[in-house]
């Protein structure tokens, strides 16, 4: 018995790989600001400690960029399907 699935095959690709990247980008986004929040420790280590924060807030506007890349691609593969999620990264 065949079981109609809501997604395509190439749309669960797609969800997958963009899932990997947005948890990939919060994953870095973490480390710079840990990494940030040690240096700012030692008054010698500031300076380096601002540039990974600086860099850690430009990667946080990564994230709703790679939502609409998502959502864009997934439109022009699948354009009758629902893309909307709950669980929407």
Request: glycine fraction near 4%.
């Amino acid at each position: 018995m065949d079981v109609p699935l809501p997604f395509t095959r190439d749309e669960l690709v797609l969800r997958q790989r963009y899932e990997v990247v947005s948890i990939l980008n919060d994953l870095l986004v973490a480390a710079w600001f840990i990494v940030g929040s040690v240096l700012f420790f030692s008054p010698e280590t500031t300076d380096v400690g601002t540039w990974c924060f600086l860099i850690g807030s430009i990667q946080l506007a990564v994230r709703p960029a790679i939502r609409l890349t998502r959502r864009v691609h997934l439109q022009r593969v699948a354009p009758d399907h629902r893309h909307e999620s709950d669980q929407d990264y």
